[in-house]
T-cell receptor, first 114, second 117 residues
Framework: AQSVTQPDIHITVSEGASLELRCNYSYGATPYLFWYVQSPGQGLQLLLKYFSGDTLVQGIKGFEAEFKRSQSSFNLRKPSVHWSDAAEYFC????????????FGTGTRLLVSP | EPEVTQTPSHQVTQMGQEVILRCVPISNHLYFYWYRQILGQKVEFLVSFYNNEISEKSEIFDDQFSVERPDGSNFTLKIRSTKLEDSAMYFCASIRMGPGLEDTEAFFGQGTRLTVV
């Protein structure tokens, strides 16, 4: 069965600094991987996804993620964080029986300091 | 961009009471999901719904839960007799199916926070 681990519950980053949020997955075959963001009072918004091909995926809001099969990782990065990026970030993997049946990690709450 | 709308945003109910959580998915979408997130835990799959019937359900989705799309627009999750452990954020998702995997995407509502007291 698939699983996703996000080892960091909270991360605080200074505005303008770079960001990396970690995600490790467990899946037997080629995974379908996703990053979602949830701002307060909002739904889960898709940032980016990986299905195949180029392992460096570009998403919305200046985010990117790199799929590393050897490390079973799909870390999310942003070169310069803005205060509006403060939110909860969820990594997810598509399940065996339907790639949109998602298995989520516990999420990482990003705090942005001035 | 079309949105998935969930109502209410917050519901408080007494243990043993029935609750109905409502979702208005994106029109012309055919696949819908319910997920839930207990505070501090992972977002978990509950059930998927296609062509007016359940296509898959998790172990969590027991006889106390039901889903339906009564009028072709609203997609509802009913919990017949709520328990304290049903307290969670419930998310509805509406799936856009594309010609390929790359074009397929889940659109989530903002969630309903259910508190059972």
């Amino acid at each position: 069965a698939q699983s996703v681990t996000q080892p960091d519950i909270h991360i605080t980053v200074s505005e303008g600094a770079s960001l990396e949020l970690r995600c490790n997955y467990s899946y037997g075959a080629t995974p379908y991987l996703f990053w979602y963001v949830q701002s307060p009072g909002q739904g889960l918004q898709l940032l980016l996804k990986y299905f195949s091909g180029d392992t460096l995926v570009q998403g919305i809001k200046g985010f990117e993620a790199e799929f590393k099969r050897s490390q079973s990782s799909f870390n999310l990065r942003k070169p310069s964080v803005h205060w509006s990026d403060a939110a909860e970030y969820f990594c997810a993997v598509g399940a065996d029986t339907g790639f949109q049946k998602l298995v989520f990690g516990t999420g990482t709450r990003l705090l942005v300091s001035p | 961009e079309p949105e998935v709308t969930q109502t209410p945003s917050h519901q408080v109910t007494q243990m043993g009471q029935e609750v109905i959580l409502r979702c208005v998915p994106i029109s012309n979408h055919l696949y819908f999901y319910w997920y839930r997130q207990i505070l501090g835990q992972k977002v978990e799959f509950l059930v998927s719904f296609y062509n007016n019937e359940i296509s898959e359900k998790s172990e969590i989705f027991d006889d106390q839960f039901s889903v339906e799309r009564p009028d072709g627009s609203n997609f509802t999750l009913k919990i017949r007799s709520t328990k304290l452990e049903d307290s969670a954020m419930y998310f509805c998702a509406s799936i856009r199916m594309g010609p390929g995997l790359e074009d397929t995407e889940a659109f989530f509502g903002q969630g309903t926070r259910l508190t059972v007291v």
